[in-house]
């Protein structure tokens, strides 16, 4: 079961809706778990093309319950961003250190020093970058990195993927339902892809502001500087 679901992740987006339409509903559950925690993890691929066909299978036919697609998924995303979250601590993060001691690194600005003050830094201000990154594109399979690189502490960042992933699950859960009123079986597909894109360009968007809204708060004058 496990080596079909990172087949279908790998190889057609198109297999993984259909599959969902002719899957009993223990099938669905196992597929909604198993295929969310590889999205999260090692090989990135839409969420959009799981939940919404998951979703809209338990509005039309009512063998599959909605609200355990919605925890299935969210569980699922906890699993693979733990994933990434221990590799980055058991891998990244003795190459970062080993790095930072070097010559090299030394060359480029970079001590020990420096390293343990971005991680205490990311464990006070990690967590709304943790939510936010949930809900962005590409970015969700990678914002679990730099919090297991700076040792987050694991309780706020199970909470704060869990709130991000159910936050973003519950957008593809309403698609889904929404979905399963209006559109036919055989124009789903078509459907998802086409709303993929909107949702697509909604996270690009959140990023884009996020990002602005870093770099104002890291750049605005101070009002120190300007009572001197």
Partial sequence: MVTELITLAIFNAQEILESFLTASPAAVYVMVFGLMVVESSF???PSEVIVPPAA??????HEVNIFFVLLLATAGAIVGALINYYLSIWIGRPLVYR????KF??????????????????????????YIGRLIPAVRQLISIPAGLAKMNIGKFVLFTGLGALTWNVVLTVLGWWLGK????????????QYNDYLSYFGIS???ICIAIIVWNAFKPSHKLDKQ
Wanted: charged share 25%; glycine share 6%; proline share 2%.
């Fill in 43 to 45: 090989i990135p691929f």
């Fill in 56 to 61: 809209y299978l338990a509005t039309t036919s």
């Fill in 99 to 102: 790095f930072a001691d070097s």
């Fill in 105 to 130: 690194g030394h060359a480029c600005l970079i001590n020990r020093e420096k390293v343990d003050y971005a991680e205490k830094y990311f464990d006070r201000h990690g967590a709304i970058s943790t």
């Fill in 182 to 193: 209006v559109v036919s079986r055989d124009m789903l597909f078509e459907k998802v892809e």
């Fill in 206 to 208: 959140l990023g884009i």
